[in-house]
């Protein structure tokens, strides 16, 4: 079993920034990439950003491309989400999840922290 735990939300202006921080127990020899999902009200949960555990290849969703980087550092086993350029879309529950090697899926989440963009 994997324990993820976000931490790092709160209320920014447009064009602040925010770091999101994702702490990894449990498991995590069987961890194949660490991502970032985001749920706005009303709508439907959406990828944000993804990294591979072992080689850290990051890929994003094309509404992020340039304004957010994902890192993870394998020794504190813990994974990050640098957001700038915020956006008021960019509002919404902010979630860390692991890709399991043997099931290729995306089977343990955190409990989510909440990021808000408002002027």
């Known amino acids: 079993q994997v324990q993820l735990v976000e931490s790092g939300g709160g209320l920014v202006q447009p064009g602040g920034s925010l770091r999101l921080s994702c702490a990894v127990s449990?498991?995590?020899?069987?961890?194949?990439?660490m991502g970032w999902f985001r749920q706005a009200p009303g709508r439907e949960r959406e990828f944000v950003a993804a990294i591979t555990w072992s080689a850290g290849s990051p890929y994003y969703a094309d509404s992020v491309k340039g304004r957010f980087t994902i890192s993870r550092d394998n020794a504190k086993n813990s994974v990050h989400l640098q957001m700038n350029s915020l956006k008021p879309e960019d509002t919404a529950v902010y979630y860390c999840?692991?890709?399991?090697?043997?099931?290729?899926?995306?089977?343990?989440w955190g409990q989510g922290t909440q990021v808000s963009v408002s002027s």
């Open positions: 999840a692991a890709r399991d090697r043997r099931t290729n899926q995306y089977g343990y």
């Open positions: 449990g498991s995590i020899f069987s961890i194949n990439d």
